[in-house]
């Protein structure tokens, strides 16, 4: 069974740190693009950032260039999203999502409909 499991959301101060991670399982990570998206209430979902099957290429949607690496170890079917100096307007669930091979066109899109594969979800709140 095809499964994206994302944990390490929480509650954090502004200026705070998560780190994110996603686990697959069900499939082997090596061959897929990778994403992280994020929903508000309200509002519709967008992406964060994605990373490439080698972790050569990385995109970031501007909101959060600066403040937040993903990375990847397909050693462990593991992807992450550090974040740092986190504001009030990160406050959303975030999901990672897994994409078959994509185009670096395609990828600096950050669009949800070129992914396959969804997590559930991690709530992450930025509040004092």
């Known amino acids: 069974q095809v499964q994206l499991v994302e944990s390490g959301g929480g509650l954090v101060q502004p200026g705070g740190s998560l780190r994110l991670s996603c686990v697959a399982s069900g499939f082997t990570l090596d061959y897929y693009v990778i994403g992280w998206f994020r929903q508000a209430p309200g509002k519709e979902r967008e992406g964060v950032s994605c990373?490439?099957?080698?972790?050569?290429?990385?995109y970031y949607a501007d909101s959060v260039k600066g403040r937040f690496t993903i990375s990847r170890d397909n050693a462990k079917n593991t992807a992450y999203l550090q974040m740092n100096s986190l504001k009030a307007e990160d406050t959303a669930l975030y999901y990672c999502a897994a994409a078959r091979p994509l185009t670096l066109t395609t990828m600096a899109t950050l669009s949800p409909e070129s992914y396959d594969y969804w997590g559930q979800g991690t709530q992450v709140t930025v509040s004092s």
């Open positions: 990373i490439s099957t080698s972790g050569t290429f990385t």
